[in-house]
């Protein structure tokens, strides 16, 4: 193993061990350096597929973009989707070996362990520099003797770790030094330095506690990190309850959509597209509005990791009602995914891949059958709509075949899968355009499509249609996160911690 090794640990989730890691992998591949990122066990419906078909949590492949690398699936040899509050399906290097509950998982996970030392070897044979991230918090004592991810790893090769805590929640003092205690003598010795992430204010209001820190712990603060208003940065794993537990009003002067907000959502990334633009406001939906409310511009069915149970609830919770009469009002629906499946007639799953649900009525609102099958497939896709003729590029991963009726068009044409030319259909609409829906993940990141489709909601309110819009790109993204690094870390205190590759 050639290559240096620094590992991004947190005091829980969510304090930003993903961006930390992405930030490091951009500042050092500024630096010159080959960085590759690398999360043993990532637990998310955010995924990704690389160019090989293998499917890997979203943030790693972000992080690869910030390295100027292809993802592949050795940066996070195992995912976790979960499919319900007791099981996840287990993804390991790349493919589907089952869905297991927690207590058959942790019988499962010693087989795992050479897989997640033997993946992030290779990189390290590949690379200068591999940035690793961490789960969750390292002091879980319940979940210790089960570790693949934190000190387990840390431990493989002797890695400094860098333990992140979050200001903005508060408490962080607490944190960072009550996750130390519980850690033994080794995984202490390991951990070489802090960073207090999310901070706003005058920063020498920090400086009495940073120094009792250091003074208590025998640990520097590498650095103190702003709170970014508006980083667009993809959500590693679930919507923040921010999102959806405090409903944004309408806005009559823009497009109102609506994401139905599922219990198993996946791949979430699919709408932050649409919610930067400027002419729209996007709601998440989490139970169904009042008989009186005003109605969206369009209503959207998100992917899901358990179809047919995210079906049931549709109809439990009143939403499956609300997003009829969405449709008797002549408002736009469309589905992504395994929206897509549920806007059909009937699901059926004799195999009992999604439940133990055998079959199971659709919302109606498009002539089709989806039937599910024990092959996953996961695929990069380049695709044209139909109609508009506007190139899309994107994924598929799902468990179903879809069958619609010959009298719905297709939603999309196939052009090129995995790097080969095809040609194959993709999807269905309604006669009148008014229902759609489609297998490929990432539509709404196609500007082109993007926008005219929104201009086609903005013509049914009578408006003028807007040009698509210069969204940021990753590379301004990517040169924000390297000045966090650059900025506020002590420059000579992180090449002492790496080692000065």
């Given amino acids: 193993m050639s290559a240096r090794r620094i590992m991004v640990q947190g005091t829980g989730s969510y304090v930003g061990k993903s961006v930390v890691t992405a930030a490091l992998c951009r500042y050092f591949h500024e630096e010159g350096l080959r960085v590759a990122p690398f999360k043993g066990q990532n637990m998310s419906n955010n995924s990704f597929v690389t160019l090989d ?43 589907p070996v089952g869905v297991m509950s927690a207590r058959e998982y942790h019988r499962y996970q010693p087989q795992l362990v050479s897989v997640v030392q033997n993946s992030l070897e290779q990189l390290s044979d590949e ?121 944004k009003p309408f806005d009559p002067a823009k497009l109102n959509i609506e994401v139905i907000l599922l219990p198993h959502i996946s791949n979430s990334t699919d709408f932050d597209s649409l919610e930067r633009e400027s002419d729209v406001v996007l709601h998440y939906l989490a139970r169904a509005p009042h008989a009186g409310r005003e109605l969206p511009d369009l209503v959207i069915l998100p992917g899901s990791k358990s179809t047919m149970a995210d079906l049931g609830y549709l109809r439990s919770s009143g939403l499956a009602k609300y997003v009829a009469r969405c449709y008797e009002n002549r408002v736009p629906v469309a589905g992504i995914c395994g929206g897509y499946q549920m806007l059909g007639k009937e699901l059926l799953d004799p195999l009992g891949v999604e439940s133990g649900v055998k079959r199971a009525e659709g919302l109606g609102l498009l002539d089709l059958r989806t039937t599910f099958e024990a092959t996953k497939q996961t695929t990069r896709v380049r695709a044209r709509s139909v109609g508009h003729d506007d190139n899309v590029v994107g994924y598929e991963i799902h468990m179903g075949r879809t069958e619609p009726a010959d009298s719905l068009p297709p939603m999309f044409e196939i052009t090129e899968e995995s790097g080969r030319a095809v040609g194959r259909a993709d999807g269905a609409t309604s006669e009148d355009g008014r229902v759609w829906g489609t297998y490929i993940h990432g539509v709404f990141d196609a500007p082109h499509f993007r926008r005219n489709y929104l201009n086609a909601l903005r013509q049914r309110r009578g408006w003028n249609p807007l040009p698509p819009s210069a969204a940021a790109s990753d590379a301004t993204v990517f040169d924000t996160l390297a000045a966090l690094v650059r900025n506020h870390f002590d420059a000579d205190l992180l090449r002492e911690i790496v080692g000065d590759p």
Avoid at 62 to 76: S, T, Y
Wanted: charged share 25%; hydrophobic share 45%.
């Fill in 127 to 247: 690379y200068d520099l591999v940035v690793i991230e961490g789960a969750g918090s390292p002091a879980e004592i319940n979940l210790r003797k089960f570790d693949i991810v934190n000190m387990a790893v840390a431990k493989m090769h002797g890695t400094p770790v860098i333990l992140v805590g979050d200001i903005n929640l508060g408490g962080v003092f607490a944190w960072l030094v009550g996750t130390l205690e519980l850690l033994d003598s080794e995984e202490r010795a390991l951990v070489r330095a802090f960073i207090i992430n999310k901070f706003r204010g005058d920063i020498s209001l920090l400086d009495d506690g940073i120094r009792w820190l250091e003074a208590k712990t025998e640990k520097k603060v590498l650095g103190v990190l702003p709170f970014v208003n508006d980083l667009q940065i993809e959500e590693e794993d679930a919507i923040p309850e921010s999102k959806w537990k405090r409903a």
């Fill in 53 to 95: 078909g293998g499917e890997i949590g979203r943030a790693q492949a972000f992080q690869a973009a910030a390295c100027g690398i292809k993802p592949v699936v050795e940066m996070n040899p195992v995912l976790l989707k979960p499919s319900s509050d007791r099981s996840s399906q287990v993804v390991v290097l790349g493919k």
